[in-house]
């Protein structure tokens, strides 16, 4: 037993690492796609042929889609504590931005609609427990704590090809307000949410900046679409559903109460500030891309865009979260996020060119 069981740890350990930096699709039949001479990239596809250019050359030149986030775009809910750690370093799949025909998930994520329209490279960057940081924390074990917003970023940085769509969805973390205030504060928040939105801001710009420094750099055609944090509004009113429903039968929604534990601000008497914090945050996100927009040196190639797809599309429902802890998305939940977002992203792909011959 025990020669079997070092192996089996080794494994797993091996695993969860893997599932801690991103994780990237790339469509399957994308040299049969692009060696149709339809193909807007079927001139490239001769370079290949000729022995001009090599496969990975080639492929680097399809659309590159990439998403920078937390727990909300991935396939996350709390179970036990060795599931949902292993969970959050895995579940990379089965969610809202990157699926890819899983019958159990019937999303039509954010990917596979792409694929509809041109071969694509998609690369997905989240971590559960993301914050929008002004400190890097993971450092040598990164593995072990959350990839915060900075941590994303230097990933983006760190690979060769720089996105020609990327969507940044982080920050519900940020919300959770009990957790950084005293007792003064939790009698009379306001001065808290406020000091909250505005270091929020500050750190949010700091990392933007990278990315759009490096996307002027590149100089091919670059769009980013800064989604507006998740609407708690709508969230709160599917969680009274499931609250109601866990009442009348305590079977369900098993980790429903485990959620206070690792998100304090979700207690009911708390949630009505984090409604108004979601507010602030995102009036600060609009602010700045209306600030980075209005430089007149701003370039050409690039477009960034504040979206509050995601943060009024309405989830409200009970079916819209997990059966598990009653507070990430359910794949009907993750369905509803792809169409809005697919939708907040049609100007970038008309941009971009993404999917037109």
């Given at each position: 037993?025990?020669h079997f069981?070092?192996?089996v740890?080794?494994?797993?350990?091996?695993?969860?690492?893997?599932?801690?930096?991103?994780?990237?699709y790339?469509?399957?039949n994308?040299?049969a796609?692009?060696?149709d001479p339809?193909?807007k990239y079927?001139?490239?596809y001769l370079?290949y042929?000729r022995?001009e250019?090599?496969?990975?050359t080639?492929f680097q030149?399809?659309?590159?889609?990439a998403l920078i986030?937390?727990?909300?775009s991935?396939n996350?809910y709390?179970?036990?504590l060795?599931s949902?750690?292993?969970r959050?370093?895995?579940?990379?799949r089965q969610?809202?931005f990157l699926?890819?025909g899983d019958a159990?998930y019937?999303i039509?994520?954010?990917?596979?609609?792409?694929e509809?329209?041109?071969?694509?490279?998609?690369?997905?960057?989240?971590?559960?427990g993301g914050?929008v940081?002004?400190v890097?924390?993971g450092g040598?074990l990164r593995?072990?704590?959350p990839?915060?917003?900075s941590?994303?970023?230097?990933?983006?940085?760190?690979d060769k090809?720089?996105p020609?769509?990327?969507m940044?969805?982080i920050?519900h973390?940020?919300m959770?307000?009990?957790?950084?205030?005293?007792?003064e504060?939790?009698?009379n928040?306001d001065k808290?949410l406020?000091?909250i939105?505005?270091?929020f801001?500050g750190n949010?710009?700091?990392e933007?900046?990278?990315l759009?420094?490096r996307?002027?750099?590149?100089?091919?055609k670059?769009?980013?679409v800064?989604?507006?944090?998740?609407?708690f509004d709508?969230?709160?009113?599917a969680r009274a559903?499931t609250e109601?429903?866990?009442?009348a039968n305590?079977?369900l929604?098993?980790?429903?109460?485990?959620?206070?534990g690792?998100?304090?601000?979700?207690?009911?008497?708390?949630?009505?500030?984090?409604?108004?914090?979601?507010?602030?945050?995102?009036?600060?996100?609009r602010?700045l891309v209306?600030?980075i927009?209005?430089d007149?040196?701003r370039s050409?190639?690039?477009?960034?865009?504040?979206s509050?797809?995601?943060a009024?599309?309405?989830?409200g429902?009970?079916?819209?979260?997990h059966?598990?802890d009653?507070w990430?998305p359910?794949p009907?939940g993750?369905?509803?996020?792809?169409a809005a977002a697919f939708?907040a992203?049609?100007p970038s792909l008309?941009?971009?060119?993404?999917g037109?011959n």
């Open positions: 037993m025990k069981f070092r192996p740890v080794i494994v797993l350990f091996a695993a969860i690492v893997a599932g801690c930096g991103s994780t990237t790339e469509t399957s994308a040299l796609r692009i060696s339809s193909s079927y001139p490239d370079s042929r022995g250019i090599a496969q990975y080639l030149r399809l659309p590159h889609v986030g937390d727990s909300l991935t996350m709390i179970s036990s060795p949902t750690f292993v959050s370093k895995m579940g990379h969610n809202w699926n890819h159990a019937p039509n994520s954010i990917y596979e609609r792409l509809k329209l041109t071969p694509v490279v998609a690369t997905q960057y989240t971590s559960p914050y940081d002004g890097k924390l040598p593995f072990i704590y990839l915060h917003f941590d994303q970023v230097d990933m983006v940085l760190a090809r720089f020609d769509l990327l940044i969805w920050g973390n940020n959770d307000w009990v957790r950084t205030a005293d007792a504060a939790l009698k928040p808290h406020a000091d939105a505005r270091i801001r949010y710009s700091r933007l900046n990278r759009l420094d996307a002027k750099s590149d100089g091919h670059t769009a980013i800064v989604f507006g944090v998740v609407n709508a969230f709160f009113k559903e109601e429903q866990k009442r305590p079977s929604y098993p980790y429903l109460e485990a959620d206070y690792f998100y304090p601000a979700m207690r009911p008497e708390y949630r009505g500030n984090m409604i108004k914090l979601g507010k602030l945050l995102n009036e600060q996100l602010k209306d600030e927009n209005s007149p040196s050409a190639t690039l477009r960034i865009e504040y509050d797809a995601l009024t599309v309405d989830i429902h009970a079916e819209l979260i059966p598990m009653a990430h359910s009907k993750h369905s509803v996020l792809a939708a992203i049609e008309e941009f971009l060119g993404i037109s």
